[in-house]
């Protein structure tokens, strides 16, 4: 396998755009990519197109990558749809990487595009909410239901497995919902440095903890919002990207797994190791982190899994401000899932745009000092309270 680089990036602000189809939106972030890496359609041999919920959203299914990047210019180059829950843009770079590592193409594109927003906000709920094994969602909705709750009810079905990860954290932890609060007040403010997240405002513990609650712990500023968006990363052989531009960033690893249904170590923990065994770094070495916070307490959960802190002590990694920006290892200066957005298709590329741009130091206001080692993490779908889908991409310049 050769080394594969980061050529080119781009990416379309994330927010609610009622007047934007997601063919727009795929070709705006695709047509960015290769402006910023000096390229044309036309260099161009492989794309894959990361989408979860057009089907069910817009009814577009079958040929999704073609019809989204339909005016693109890469229509007669092989188009590969990928849909894989909230990993889908992530797993459509990961299928980018080896087809590029393993010598078959020279340049390949991951594009990530999705729209959540509809008029009928229930609609984009509960295409959300088949990222499970719909045989069994009965039974883990019976089993993930707040106390008292009525499973299945009228809150968001995801963020019924959230908070049931919450507790579960609690019990075997000292976090508190305070500290699942700070969590979403540290990326609110990260995300206020960010022209391209959804949300900009600044919050405090206080009006994240008093806003409407969701399922016991979570409240509705604990969680990642609906939203569309698209972003897309060209790769190709370091020939190739050195030939444009001196500020190539390497793709050191990129691990794909899926769970295992009640595993003994989880997904996360599996890709993490994997990766940092490819890429020849440790978690110790990383300077900026980009991880799957679609509600808060996540964000603690996979400090440990990543092994930036250990077993019970992802709170205490958050209260000694490490993972703030100008921290340790600042982690989701981009904003995360809470505050940048959530279009889930998107999620897994924007992170790598972010990530891209920390190592060039081009973030601006948001610039981690120094960043030469990045990791980013992204989840989709539940076997049970285990995600189904997990990508890990670590970046090095």
Known sequence: MREVVIAGVGMTPFGKFADRSLRALAEQAAAAAL???????ADVEMGFLGNAAAGLITGQEMIRAHAALRESGLLGVPLVSVENACASSSSALHLAWLAVAAGQVEVALAVGAEK???P??????????????????????QRVAPPGADPGGSRSFFMDVYAYLAREYMDRSDATAADFAQVAVKNHRHGSLNPNAQYRDLVTVEQVLGSRPIANPLTLLMCSPLG??????????EDYARSRR?????LLASVLVSGRHEPAEPAVER??????????????ELDVVELHDAAAPAELIVYEELGLAGAGEGAALLRSGATELGGRVPVNVSGGLISKGHPVGATGCAQIVELTEQLRGRAGARQVDGARIA???????????????????????
């Open 35 to 41: 402006a910023d890496a000096g390229a044309s359609a």
């Open 116 to 118: 959540l927003i509809h």
């Open 120 to 141: 009928d906000k229930q609609r984009s709920f509960a295409a959300i909410a088949t990222g499970v094994d719909l045989e069994l969602r009965a039974q883990l909705a």
């Open 228 to 237: 569309d968006g698209a972003a897309a990363v060209l790769l190709s052989s």
């Open 246 to 250: 001196a500020d190539a960033v390497r």
């Open 271 to 284: 890709a993490a190791r994997r990766a940092y065994e490819l890429a020849g770094v440790g978690p110790q």
């Open 375 to 397: 990791l980013a993490e992204n989840a989709g779908g539940f076997l049970g309270t285990e995600s189904a889908a997990v990508a890990i991409h670590v970046l090095a310049r």
